[in-house]
């Protein structure tokens, strides 16, 4: 399922991907404290994935004037999904190091069905894959599909305690590269708020085939390292054996 809730902000961080973390893990508290120290206290990836979309943007240095903030949230987990719902709905005000977030419209988005042994996807946030040294993997590495495999195998695992069914065959139809700057509490801490991490992700086009099962959750939960902070929201664009 998908929650899409729209905010009103004059302006973000450059880094606004942990601002939305924020929100999310304040609505899930608001909610239910035993639910959040359940999902949060422990060292397990977190059973979502969020795509963010900037209405009427600008970018002003290392801030970003904007209309509007939409955030796209999916999981397979109804329990998360409505305290995420709940708690976005208890709560008109947030607040992010200074920046206003104020929440307007919460709807229900569609999820589609797969059914089929291939599918198309499209990014709705970059896929950020990287080999064991943290190095980014585009997707013309002859190793990519290899890594993709991987990191889906450990997705599946840590959400339903087995990993894929069969490998996957990954292969891209079209993909740019995008440059993301962001930070969190440990970096900051070292570094500063001036310093920023880099990401080198991946926006495009890309098939997909595999197990049926696998594909739906991996549909839900994304497809991508760092998806509880923005990174490899998938859409489907075609679900048939092409």
Known sequence: MRVICSFQVEKLPIHYRMAIVSIMKESIRTSSEEYYEKLYMNQKT???????????FCLKGDEIELDEL???????DYEFLLHLYN???????????GYEFIRRKIVMGEEKKITSSAVVFRTLSPLLIEDEKKIPIAPDDPNYEKHINYLADTILYEYREKGLYRPLTVRPI?????????????????YGEQQHL???AYHGLFKVSGDAD??????QLGLSKRRNQGFGMLEVVASKIL
Request: avoid cysteine.
């Open 46 to 56: 977190k059973p979502f994935v969020f795509s963010p979309f900037l209405k009427n």
């Open 70 to 76: 939409r955030v796209i949230v999916s999981s397979p």
């Open 87 to 97: 708690g976005l709905q208890s709560k008109k005000r947030f607040e992010y190091k």
């Open 214 to 219: 696998d594909l739906q959750l991996l549909y």
């Open 198 to 200: 880099y990401f080198t």
């Open 174 to 190: 079209r993909f740019k590269k995008t440059v993301i700057k962001e930070s969190n509490h440990q970096f900051t801490e070292k």
